[in-house]
């Protein structure tokens, strides 16, 4: 199985600053098509995941600009330019060709 | 609207059996791969399983195989994990999600859950 790891697992962040998140997968997730298959999803307290993110760094409908999504191979980074209230929540990352999900990291607001 | 709603969660005891049901609307249910995720108390998701748009191909976490089988019902739009001899590490909110056209595609439409709870 490819295996998902995040880093960190928790990060306090003041209104208005940024804030990243790295997800590192064991194996390279760049597929035969020539796409990476590298997700993100918010969870937030008490709903399903929403996708924020897919093909690395590909922002799906309705997602503020403020998130963008870097990286190939196995390193990953989700990246909040100015981080708000409404942004509190887990981010996963998840990987498509198998199907496996980062721990999660818990973003609150300092 | 797109929309993926789950159903048939609840109480069930220690080797006991439960059928979850996706009833999916808003889009051609018969193009997608659909998914079963699942997550326990205060722990991340976990991939369940997954069915492919006809209904013939599927896949399995090695934690439910032999004991959970996927299936879909294209008449009906809906999507159902038959989960039997169900165990106390099985407790959790089961969510359905929309997959891609390809098995490798992500997930981009999600469910609300169901709970499930397994508990003498």
């Known amino acids: 199985d490819i295996v998902m790891t995040q880093t960190p697992l928790s990060l306090s962040v003041t209104p208005g600053q940024p804030a990243s998140v790295s997800c590192k997968s064991s194996q390279s997730l760049l597929h035969s098509d020539g796409k990476t298959y590298l997700y993100w999803y918010l969870q937030k307290a008490g709903q399903p995941p929403q996708p924020l993110m897919y093909e690395v760094s590909n922002r799906f409908s309705g997602v503020p600009d403020r998130f963008s999504g870097s990286g190939s191979g196995t390193d990953f980074t989700l990246r909040i330019s100015r981080v708000e209230a409404e942004d509190v929540g887990v981010y996963y990352c998840m990987q498509s060709i198998q199907v496996t999900f980062g721990q999660g990291t818990r973003l609150e607001i300092k | 609207e797109v929309q993926l709603v789950e159903s048939g969660g609840g109480l069930v005891q220690p080797g006991g059996s439960l059928r979850l049901s996706c009833a999916a609307s808003g889009f051609t249910f018969s193009h997608h791969w659909m998914h079963w995720v699942r997550q326990a108390p205060e722990k991340g998701l976990v991939w369940v399983s997954r069915i492919d748009d006809e209904g013939s191909d599927t896949g399995y976490a090695d934690s439910v195989k032999g004991r959970f089988t996927i299936s879909r019902d294209r008449a009906k739009n809906t999507v159902y994990l038959q989960m039997n001899s169900l165990r106390t590490e099985d407790t959790a909110i089961y969510f359905c999600?929309?997959?891609?056209?390809?098995?490798?595609?992500?997930?981009?439409?999600w469910g609300q859950g169901t709970t499930v709870i397994v508990s003498s």
């Open positions: 999600a929309r997959g891609g056209y390809y098995d490798y595609y992500g997930l981009d439409v």
